[in-house]
């Protein structure tokens, strides 16, 4: 079979629920990409902020053999080692004192959503469960995270969704204190939208989000599903900002491309799970636990966050100088390596020009180019992108 001929059979026997691109990939090294024909691709989309320590990561692959050759699975009816080490890891790098395991950010959301809403009903109160969420936000597709996602595309078609979330505009502090009420359990949020558009929170908006719930009693969620694990040259994107939520849901990187979530929270309020009141089959399996150890480990023993701060600062410099020369580029704008530039016209074109010259490049909302690449690009591969894109630009007359 060739190319067209595993496209043609993929689009008769699977749901036709994504737009793909018509190339079919076979295998990976560090943030190369090699397609059924033999062409080569630099990936700057990383699986979406999935492939931090780059394709077929040796030393991930040889921990998931290893632990499969052991056991893969033993349900949560048992305790097992790898789940408790990795829980330990996460509790001592972040502001978390414990772990819920799950199998995708959609999944770590859900629980995020449940554990804060149970806080209330478990302290007799009966009436606050209203979730307040962001405008061109992201939270998932299930029910209850396609209802937290403030943006209409997601949810339409699928009402009615679940009941209780009310939508203000991201980086507006008036319009989230005129919200924040009795009546508020939760305020959920991205600290930089990631499918809304590489929008970054700023500083004063994090600390008057912290300060509102801290006065009303309401619990603070920051879902770092995509900028978690090192994305922004932190290991969390809160620390930017010095300023720690009561939830956490991390998912894309901790397994560099083995489906896994976990949602972080601190004692007072994850005290609100017990026993029976949320699960998972899979969540935290032994596989997946002793995969994303050696994930965690890795980003320690080579400094991942450090390349990422430096390749990060240099590829934004050099999309920023690109700005200079072509006037289509309206902004150059995120942290570490999730960049976003947002052009006047649509991006689409682009992102195919630079597929056929051999670079995968990301399009969100109609006209904001993301780049997301593995943490261990090189700057070579980023002036490869960047040459071409300035090719591109200079022959593109809009
Ligand atoms: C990708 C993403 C999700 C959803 O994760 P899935 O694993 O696809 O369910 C939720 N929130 C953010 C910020 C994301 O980027």
Not at 91 to 98: C, G, K, M, Q
Not at 127 to 155: D, P
Not at 175 to 202: D, F, R
């Amino acid at each position: 079979m060739n190319e067209s001929d595993w496209i043609n059979l993929a689009d008769q026997v699977i749901a036709n629920t994504y737009k793909r691109f018509p190339v079919v990939f076979e295998s990976g090294q560090g943030a190369v990409l090699t397609d059924v024909e033999g062409r080569a691709y630099v990936d700057f989309v990383a699986g979406i902020a999935v492939c931090n320590l780059g394709h077929a990561n040796q030393g991930v692959a040889d921990a998931l053999a290893a632990q499969a050759k052991k056991l893969f699975h033993v349900s949560n009816l048992f305790y097992t080692t790898p789940q408790a080490e990795l829980a330990q890891w996460l509790v001592d790098h972040s502001f978390a004192d414990r772990v819920f395991f799950c199998n995708s950010g959609a999944e770590a959301n859900e629980a995020a959503i449940k554990l804060a809403r149970k806080n209330f009903f478990d302290k007799g109160n009966y009436n606050r469960w209203r979730i307040i969420a962001m405008e061109q936000s992201f939270h998932g597709r299930t029910y209850a995270t396609l209802s937290a996602t403030g943006q209409k595309k997601v949810r339409e078609g699928f009402e009615p969704i679940l009941e209780g979330f009310d939508f203000v505009p991201f980086n507006d502090i008036d319009a989230l204190a005129a919200n924040v009420s009795e009546k508020t359990c939760a305020v959920l949020l991205e600290l930089i939208q990631g499918e809304g558009g590489v929008l970054c929170a700023s500083p004063e908006y994090i600390k008057a989000a912290r300060r509102l719930c801290d006065e009303t009693g309401a619990i603070l969620i920051f879902d770092e599903i995509q900028t978690g694990m090192g994305r922004t040259g932190k290991l969390f994107a809160y620390e930017h900002y010095g300023v720690a939520p009561d939830i956490m849901t991390l998912a894309k990187a901790l397994g560099n491309g083995l489906p896994i979530g976990a949602m972080l929270a601190m004692e007072d309020v994850v005290r609100a799970f017990t026993p029976g009141s949320h699960a998972s089959t899979f969540g935290g399996t032994p596989v997946i636990t002793a995969a994303a150890l050696e994930v965690v480990r890795q980003m320690e023993r080579d400094d991942i966050l450090a390349s990422c701060r430096e390749t990060g600062a240099y590829f934004k410099e050099r999309l920023t100088a690109l700005k200079d020369r072509h006037d289509v580029i309206a902004d150059v704008r995120g942290v570490g390596l999730m960049l976003g530039m947002r052009l006047k016209t649509a991006g689409a074109p682009i992102v195919e020009a630079c597929m056929k010259k051999g670079y995968l490049i990301n399009c969100t909302q109609e006209t904001i180019l993301r780049f997301i690449p593995p943490l261990v690009i090189t700057r070579a591969q980023v002036d490869g992108l960047i040459a071409c894109l300035d090719d591109i630009f200079s022959n593109t007359h809009t």
